[in-house]
């Protein structure tokens, strides 16, 4: 095999990244934009010892899980890579990934059942990022998405996935980059319009109660799917012990201790993003709710300190891609609460992390998807944990 040599083949399934794998001559290739069924040909562009990328020439015979995009950026936009498969398709594929990680990085056999907590396909994005249009030509929009492996700017004027208010405000030409920003972060639920540079703060609502949230801080893109989360979330917590506090790390704007404070008698809250812990002090009334600005590493290392104080019936856990340091996994399988909601956007250290609990004593008590990324590769799932 060599760069620019011609394969053709059956795609057999979806890698977690989005593209699809061919194999051939004992090696995985990896092909963009195709579906699992497809026959098509393609051209190496990279290889390695045990692996290779191909574009696609051609689909010579189409999969039945294909179908046309409504986007007429697709393949341009680096943003989504799946809208060329059906939406039932997209679910199955990342079901079956959600379980591969767990069996082969978390090393967990017995898996229960995974729920499926599907979206809306397209209109779901309430939040986005947007880049500044440097040169627009006239009448050309002045906001844009980045291009495929590119850093190039591409002028948009709708985006299928986006919420009814973004799509509008894009039709209308109303986003303008704010003057200092050249990337900037807009926000639309149920009539509000947000936009970092702007008018950035304001109240959504989730489940019919407000919360406050910033633009320009991380909230959860995807309000549908994440009020059901914060339904489940605070249906595990109802089986915890409830007469200890509780905690919620990587607590953001505080959503889900929104969701729990009439729960517990306190909460402890931690967060990195001095911002968003600061907007998570207006939204948590629960008087004994303590705050703590810090890091994962360095909240852990004094909870193993003083672990009377550090005592819990119940954590959520909503981390970045890189998932728990190893300080808080050292934490919690020593001290950890009885029952912990672990909520992932990133599968892979999810399995690795729940690898370290099980080891230390918990159970995998429920797995669940939650497809806040239609048309993408991206999940997010729920673990439950309860310590036998």
């Known amino acids: 095999m060599a760069i620019g040599e011609k394969v053709s083949g059956s795609i057999e399934s979806i890698a977690a990244g ?8 004992g090696k995985t290739v990896f092909i963009d934009y195709t579906a699992p069924g497809d026959m098509v040909s393609a051209v190496i562009e990279e290889e390695t010892p045990s692996w290779a990328r191909a574009s696609l020439l051609k689909v010579q015979e189409a999969s039945p899980h294909r179908v046309e995009s409504p986007c007429p950026y697709y393949q341009h936009c680096g943003g989504c890579t799946l809208q060329h498969i059906s939406y039932e398709t997209q679910l199955v594929i990342k079901k079956q ?11 967990i056999e017995e898996l229960p059942s995974i729920n499926i907590i599907g979206s809306e396909p397209y209109g779901y994005r309430n939040r986005m990022q947007f880049h500044r249009v440097m040169k627009p030509k006239s009448g050309q929009s002045r906001v844009g998405l980045k291009e495929r492996a590119s850093e190039a700017v591409i002028p948009i004027e709708t985006c299928p996935i986006a919420d009814p208010g ?16 050249d990337r900037f972060t807009v926000y639309s639920r149920e009539g509000i319009l947000l936009q970092e540079g702007k008018q950035q703060r304001g109240t959504v609502r989730l489940l019919g109660a407000p919360l406050i949230m910033d633009a320009g801080v991380f909230f959860q893109s995807n309000g549908q799917v994440l009020e059901r989360l914060l339904k489940a979330v605070r249906s595990v917590a109802e089986q915890a012990d409830t007469s200890l506090p509780a905690a919620d790390l990587y607590c953001g704007v505080g959503t889900f201790a929104y969701v729990l404070q009439d729960l517990f008698p306190a909460l ?20 004994s709710a303590r705050f703590f600005p810090t890091s994962d590493e360095h909240w852990a290392k004094q909870a193993v300190k003083k672990t009377k104080e550090y005592h819990y019936g119940f954590m959520v856990l909503d981390p970045p891609r890189q998932g728990l340091s190893p300080a808080l996994r050292d934490f919690l399988a020593n001290a950890g609460p009885l029952l912990i909601a672990y909520v ?3 599968p892979v250290t999810q399995a690795r992390d729940c690898k370290d609990l099980v080891k230390a004593g918990y159970h ?3 797995l669940d998807l939650y497809d806040f990324y239609p048309q993408t590769a991206h999940m997010e799932s729920l673990a439950v944990l309860r310590r036998v």
Do not use: Y
């Open 18 to 25: 989005g593209a699809g794998i061919l194999r051939w001559q």
């Open 344 to 346: 992932s956007c990133d």
């Open 268 to 287: 402890d809250l931690m967060e990195e993003n001095p911002k968003a812990l600061n907007l998570a002090k207006q939204n948590i009334r629960n008087g």
């Open 97 to 107: 990934l959600l379980v591969d990680h767990f069996k082969r990085i978390g090393t």
């Open 364 to 366: 995998l008590e429920t």
């Open 166 to 181: 973004i799509q509008e405000a894009l039709r209308q030409k109303n986003l303008v980059p704010p003057p200092s920003l």
